[in-house]
């Protein structure tokens, strides 16, 4: 397609932009538009998916039929099935009466499918029978009827992962996946931002009947940089709040900073993660195993930052010399209790049963010999020691651990580990520490 034919297909549609991964998208809709075939859209929420969708319902010999876009995460599952196929009279409790379903209604039209990685895989295996034959029953019924309806589908997430983890029918997946469009994020418009920001700001501005708000060139700089996580939808909400707000029509860059969250403000890569998982404090999201590995390998750090320690004092430094090197490590000793001292004397692990939590155990480091009364002690430091490299071995160990910490009350100890109460008990029956 020429430049002026996608800019044409812009104006027509009220798409504002010049990205090169954004006018790719619209080149990609108006080709496949003629066509029947099915076509995933993919992007973050917010970004402009249906106006794709919009883009090939009009550029397509559909034109003139039906278009009807359909949010399936905002369908509950007890009621989607009979929202899409319809459903006949007493099927079930409140079917007071037959009704046709939205593929039945839009027949020789386009459906389009928003967040289709929300939609249950009893729905999906209806789903794949009408794009493979264009069939499908209502609810209650057993009568097949015939269908001639596009299908444009559209998620926010990450299918193949979906697929992976069992949320979603690989099958149905390639079905869906004929034609891909990726509709770019708006971080990564680059000037769009502005442009966009001017639209909405005009329009504000006749909405409201005031001045339009401008921004001087360090608010723009600043605008492009802020990375909009709720892209086109936040930028929006910004612009309106603005035009209502602000009494000062021209902004700077410390003015708009007020209405850019802080947390939100970094253009660096962010994990997304589901509802409920664990993150870090900068909002990156673990698995159970990740959150594990971390926990063991830090521990490992500062096991190996202990021993040092206590070679070091176990070579006889002197008293004045101890303290410092336990100042400069007293983050290895923040829930520990003091240990006792004995001039020219190294320190010894604190005895089964001591009030001292100071203890060193054979899974941490190797027994130190110590020096008998009138013997001097030997010099172990440059001994290498060896440590298990066993995620399985150290995984068992915190779990001991812990369990001890806790009493054995498994439900603490599980939220001690950064895991669930389930995956404990599983950890439990696969180390054989069902007794513990």
């Known amino acids: 397609m020429t430049p002026s034919e996608i800019q044409s297909i812009k104006q027509r549609f009220g798409i504002i932009g010049n990205a090169p991964t954004l006018n790719y998208a619209i080149q990609v809709a108006a080709q496949v538009a003629p066509t029947d075939m099915t076509v995933l859209i993919t992007g973050e929420s917010g970004s402009g998916k249906e106006s794709f969708s919009k883009i090939i319902h009009a550029l397509s010999p559909r034109k003139h039929g039906q278009f009807i876009a359909i949010n399936c995460g905002a369908i509950p599952e007890g009621t989607i099935d009979s929202e899409l196929f319809g459903h006949e009279k007493g099927s079930f409790t409140g079917a007071q009466e037959a009704r046709k379903g939205y593929f039945e209604v839009t027949n020789g039209g386009t459906i389009f499918l928003d967040e289709i990685g929300e939609m249950p895989l009893g729905t999906q295996a209806r789903l794949l029978r009408v794009l493979e034959n264009g069939e499908f029953i209502r609810v209650g019924s057993s009568k097949v009827q015939k269908t001639d309806v596009r299908v444009v589908a559209a998620t926010n997430v990450n299918l193949l992962d979906a697929v992976r983890e069992g949320r979603f029918r690989e099958d149905l997946y390639y079905r869906l996946n004929t034609v891909p469009i990726t509709v770019p994020p708006l971080r990564e418009r680059g000037d769009d931002i502005y442009l966009l920001f001017r639209k909405f700001a005009t329009d504000f501005a006749d909405r409201y009947r005031v001045k339009p708000i401008s921004l001087n060139s360090e608010a723009v700089q600043e605008l492009q940089r802020f990375r909009f996580p709720g892209n086109i939808r936040q930028l929006k909400n910004v612009a309106e709040q603005m035009s209502v707000l602000e009494t000062d029509r021209e902004v ?16 660096l890569p962010m994990l997304a993660h589901a509802a409920g998982q664990a993150t870090d404090g900068a909002g990156n999201a673990y698995s159970e195993r990740d959150l594990l590995y971390k926990v063991l390998f830090d521990m490992r750090r500062d096991m190996t930052d202990l021993k040092r320690l206590v070679l070091d004092l176990a070579a006889g430094q002197r008293p004045q010399d101890t303290q410092e090197l336990l100042r400069q490590n007293s983050h290895l000793f923040s829930n520990l209790n003091a240990v006792p001292y004995e001039a020219g004397r190294p320190l010894r692990p604190a005895p089964e049963g001591s009030a001292s939590e100071y203890i060193l155990t054979p899974s941490v480091a190797e ?13 172990i430091s440059h001994e290498t020691e060896e440590e298990t490299l066993s995620l399985e071995a150290k995984e068992k160990e915190m779990i001991i651990k812990a369990l001890r910490k806790h009493n054995n009350k498994r439900k603490y100890a599980a939220h001690d580990l950064g895991i669930s109460e389930r995956t404990l008990y ?4 696969q180390y054989d520490l069902e007794q513990l």
């Open 426 to 429: 599983r950890k439990l029956k």
């Open 252 to 267: 700077d860059a410390r003015r708009l900073r007020t209405y850019l969250p802080a947390d939100q403000s970094s253009r």
């Open 367 to 379: 027994p130190i010999e110590y020096e008998e009364e009138g013997q001097p002690v030997e010099d």
